[in-house]
């Protein structure tokens, strides 16, 4: 009996897809904490005031597919999207 097969893989139920991921593997609630934070500043940075970054934090965007920022800090693949939108406003980059 062969492991390979040569059968699709059935798509993810939309639910599957929705569902928030958990941090890596190895990572901790600390290491997540403080990249939370990493993220909260590199906000502020960009956005000139905590004020501002809050808004922009809290307000769904069409390059998170419609979510908010903020929305996505619970895992490390939400932080990285997070942060990857940042660099993007840093350079000018449309979204």
């Known amino acids: 009996m062969s492991i390979v097969s040569n059968q699709p893989l059935a798509p993810a139920s939309p639910q599957a897809r929705a ?3 958990p941090a890596a593997k ?3 609630p600390a290491a997540l904490a403080e990249r939370q934070r990493q993220v909260r500043a590199h906000a502020v ?7 501002r970054a809050r808004l922009w934090l809290a307000r ?6 419609g ?3 903020a929305a996505l800090f ?6 990285a999207a997070v942060e990857a939108l ?3 406003i840093d350079h000018g980059i449309a979204t």
């Open 19 to 21: 569902r928030p991921r």
């Open 26 to 28: 190895g990572s901790s």
């Open 45 to 51: 940075e960009t956005f000139g005031s905590a004020a």
């Open 60 to 65: 769904p965007t069409a390059p998170l597919k």
């Open 67 to 69: 979510r908010a920022p």
């Open 74 to 79: 619970g895992t490390a693949r939400g932080l």
């Open 86 to 88: 940042l660099v993007r």
